[in-house]
Every structure is written in C-alpha cells, then in structure tokens.
C-alpha cells in the first residue's frame, strides 16, 4: 500500500510561515479526522506535533498548526525558527489492512 | 514521565530472525497501545503493527503478515517484536511507540537499530 504523499522538501526564512501538504484518499486522511504529524530531527526518535487533524499535545508549541480539507492535511509553521529544521512525517488511519499509514517525509530547511 | 526503552542493535545473517523488546515505565501498562515503526537508513517512517497490552490482540501491517510477531509480557512491562526471514531491506532503525489511541504514537523509544548481513 502506497504512502500518504508529502513534499519532498520545503524551505524558508526565519520568522515566515511554511505549510506541508499531506495527500490521501477517501480510505485515510478524508474519512476519518486520525491525522497526526510528527517532527523529527537527525538521529533522533519522532516527537508527535499535532493529532487528530488540529490538536496540538501539552508543551508543542502553539507555532505549530494542523487543518484538513478534503483527502489533503497540512501542517503550518507559523514563525519559523533555525531549530525548525527537521524532517516532517504526517500518518493517517487507514481503513484497510493497513491500520496506519505515513507520509513519506517531508524535509524543512531554513534558509 | 512515560518512557519506552528499548533493547540494544542486533546484527543478523539473511534468513534469521531479530526479536527486539520494549520496556514501559511511567504509566498503567495495559493503558496504552504499543506500536511498532521502522525506519530504513535515509528513508521514512513505515508502520508495522500494533498491540493491546490488556488482551493481546495485534493488527499487522498486510505487508509483515506471516513475518511478524508482536507479544506481550505484563509482569515485566515489556512488549516484543519478532521479525522473521530477514532480509537486507529490513535493516532499519526500529522503533516502538506507546498511545492511548490505535492510530497515533505519542511516546517512542529512543530506537534499535538492526543490520541485516551475511
């Protein structure tokens, strides 16, 4: 079963605001709102950003954001800072064989 | 604090099996759902399968049925993953992560990575 589809990689400078696209189907991100992104950074374990489509976990910072329209989530940051750099996954539920589903990654740099 | 700590690298010839552990602390065991993600070098996050620790009950990914094992031990709070039939492909950082949710991993650990060479 193929990947939700991310960008490969988006940049730009501090204090803009990026947005990452994260397409699906009608079987993951647009039936269901079990949308999660997670950032992580070189060597180290993913940390969870936001959940169901828009929550934001106690201690992410509020720069982070999540909506959904149709079969295509995005994650927005907001202010972006140098410790933003990362690599960028979002994971869906997916009503198949498959319980959950990630993107394939999307690669920020900050210019 | 929950943490998920995680067995140490394992080097394994084509054709064995790797069994990688995870021991949970900082939380009620069978309160979380224990998955597992891999992560081949230079690559992205593949998810494999997932555990109820209070009944057992496992879902695979359709592409590890057959090669997957997920277990369970609720005295030492530890959860498994057995990887059968290796092959260089499954070389990869694996990773177990917990959540109250069968859809999302909240906490991870912090990874073991498993090299696939005859």
């Known amino acids: 079963q193929s990947a939700l589809t991310q960008p490969a990689s988006v940049s730009g400078s501090p204090g803009q605001s990026i947005t990452i696209s994260c397409t699906g189907t009608?079987?993951?991100?647009?039936?269901?709102?079990?949308v999660s992104w997670y950032q992580q950074h070189p060597g180290k374990a993913p940390k969870v950003l936001i959940s169901?489509?828009?929550n934001r976990p106690s201690g992410v910072s509020s720069r982070f954001s999540g909506s959904k329209s149709g079969n295509t989530a995005s994650l927005t940051i907001s202010g972006l800072q140098a410790e933003d750099e990362a690599d960028y996954y979002c994971s869906s539920f997916r009503s198949s064989s498959t319980l959950v589903v990630f993107g394939g990654g999307t690669k920020v740099t900050v210019l | 604090q929950v943490q998920l700590v995680q067995s140490g690298a394992e080097v394994k010839k084509p054709g064995a099996s790797v069994k990688v552990s995870c021991k949970a602390s900082g939380y009620t065991f069978t309160s979380q759902y224990m998955h597992w993600v891999r992560q081949a070098p230079g690559q992205g996050l593949e998810w494999m399968a997932m555990i109820n620790p209070s009944n057992g009950d496992t879902f695979y990914a359709q592409k590890f049925q057959g090669r997957v094992t997920m277990t369970r031990d609720a005295s030492t709070r530890a959860v498994y993953m057995e990887l059968s039939s290796l092959r260089s492909d499954d070389a990869a950082v694996y990773y177990c992560?917990?959540?109250?949710?069968?859809?999302?991993?909240?906490?991870w650990g912090q990874g073991t990575l498993v090299t696939v060479s005859s």
């Open positions: 169901e489509v828009s």
């Open positions: 992560a917990s959540s109250i949710t069968r859809y999302r991993q909240d906490y």
């Open positions: 009608s079987s993951d991100v647009g039936g269901y709102d079990f």
